[in-house]
């Protein structure tokens, strides 16, 4: 009893800072587990992180954070009234959509930036996807309290794409929770090890321009079973799906057609040279020596018209103005840049302009023997017909010469009477080749 009135006075008698000091550490563990402002022992109010507020994440910070969770995708931020991309993003689409690329002053900006506005997103997301490119946007929060949160991404991926992310997500979440049950034992921590020193998957090919092929293979039609895709992956960019042919997958299945080979038939723009971002700005001149004043692709947004959806290759050459609807090969030469504005131009308008390269690669048929071949006016109509005469295997039907052919035929001499045969009559002179001669044919019939 006496050593416990000993240690009661002892408590009365102990220094006020003492007991100041006790009190305040009660005080911080009380209010449910909750921060709270607490006093050090010389009675100065110390602020907590919470009373400070958190942070708010700077473009470059949630750049990191939002790559690490898509590293195959480009993130588009949205803020304001543009877009902005960063870093390596940055450099993509400046090179791809032609954008202005700076160097911000401030390092929460990033290395390198390239914006474009808001309103321009229809027509620049479509060019980043023919391009191969897998794009993220990024919606940056309003108010104070999202900003605390990382800015929600909303991907613009196909659908055979996102089902596979679907797939590989839901494989990676019962991974990490079959992990969670089995945490911090011996040989999950060697099996980790293991998989940090596993080295990065090898390309399964070199493009021309050093680009990275990988993934590359074939797959079936959920929908339509007898349907093949190939597919591959451009330095971890998924490239979009096309439909295989017949031989193709049967040369696959038995390992008999190379990664290469199918690259070449279903992505040749991938592996074809890049054209110089100089080069590109300075080849405007025909094989004629006349300039090309404007040139664009754009879609057709006139729901009247046929080709309603399409994209169309616009072109102005001195006072002409023509405009055609692009090939699917030629629309992935021009967003690829694997092709000059001229080489464009002279391919798609060759026969409006009257350039002899459009003609040159019309050739007769090899073993031709071709006995006249005739152009004539019809006397009714007034229009210029062409046909051959190939002696004892007979004449094919006339043909009607387009005004542009004809034009090239007797004002500017750029085609020829042999190149217009066979662009127009090649098919029916194959025919009479392979037909028996005239004099054998009335034979058999006596």
Same mark, same amino acid.
């Given at each position: ?25 009660? %005080?911080?563990?009380? *209010? ?16 907590? $992180? ?13 750049? !990191?954070?939002?790559?690490?969770? &898509? ?24 090179? =791809? ?39 993220? =946007?990024? *919606? ?22 996102? !089902? ?75 490239? $979009? ?13 038995? !390992? ?19 054209? %110089? ?6 080849? &405007? ?26 994209? !169309? ?5 001195? *006072? ?16 690829? $840049? ?15 302009? &009257?350039?002899?390269? &459009? ?10 023997? =071709? @006995? ?24 094919? *039907? ?14 500017? @001499? ?22 028996? @001669?005239?004099?054998? %044919? ?5």
């Amino acid at each position: 009893m006496a050593s416990k009135k000993k240690q009661e006075e002892a408590r009365q008698d102990a220094p006020q800072d003492e007991q100041k000091n006790v009190a305040g550490k009660k %005080s911080a563990k009380t *209010d449910s587990g909750k921060e709270a402002a607490v006093e050090n022992d010389t009675g100065e109010r110390k602020t907590t $992180r919470k009373e400070k507020g958190e942070k708010t994440p700077t473009l470059s910070e949630q750049y !990191k954070s939002l790559k690490e969770k &898509h590293p195959d995708a480009m993130l588009l931020f949205r803020s304001g009234d543009f877009y902005h991309t960063l870093n390596e993003d940055a450099k993509k689409a400046s090179d =791809i959509l032609g954008i202005t690329l700076t160097k911000p002053r401030a390092k929460s900006q990033g290395e390198f930036l390239a914006s474009f506005p808001y309103h321009a997103l229809d027509t620049y997301l479509p060019k980043l996807i023919r391009a191969g490119q897998r794009v993220a =946007i990024a *919606d940056m929060p309003a108010n104070t309290q999202e900003k605390k949160q990382v800015a929600e991404v909303r991907e613009v991926i196909g659908k055979a794409e996102k !089902k596979a992310e679907e797939t590989t997500a839901k494989t990676e979440v019962k991974t990490e929770a079959k992990a969670g049950k089995k945490a911090d034992t011996p040989k999950e921590g060697e099996a980790q090890e293991a998989k940090a020193e596993r080295k990065p998957r090898e390309p399964q090919m070199v493009t021309v321009n050093g680009q990275k092929v990988s993934h590359a293979h074939a797959f079936q039609s959920n929908i339509n079973p007898e349907t093949w895709y190939f597919t591959a992956k451009l330095d971890g960019v998924q490239l $979009r799906p096309m439909r295989m042919h017949a031989e193709d997958l049967a040369a696959y299945q038995k !390992k008999e057609i190379s990664v290469e080979q199918l690259m070449q038939t279903y992505y040749p723009s991938k592996l074809a040279p890049k054209v %110089s971002r100089e080069e590109y700005a300075a080849n &405007h001149y025909l094989s004629d020596g006349s300039a090309i004043t404007k040139m664009n692709v754009y879609k057709e947004h006139d729901e009247t018209r046929k080709d309603y959806g399409r994209y !169309k290759l616009y072109a102005e050459v001195g *006072d002409q103005k023509m405009s055609t609807t692009m090939t699917y090969a030629d629309l992935n030469a021009f967003f690829d $840049r694997t092709v000059t504005p001229a080489a464009l131009v002279e391919r798609n308008f060759g026969e409006k302009l &009257h350039l002899a390269s &459009h003609y040159q690669q019309f050739k007769m048929p090899e073993g031709a023997e =071709i @006995k006249d071949i005739l152009v004539a006016k019809d006397r009714k109509s007034g229009q210029w017909f062409i046909s051959v005469d190939m002696g004892e295997r007979g004449k094919t *039907d006339k043909k009607h010469l387009s005004y542009d052919d004809g034009f090239s035929l007797f004002n500017t @001499k750029t085609a020829t009477r042999e190149q217009l045969a066979a662009k127009y009559l090649s098919t029916e002179i194959k025919g009479l080749m392979a037909a028996p @001669k005239l004099e054998q %044919s009335m034979g058999m019939k006596r």
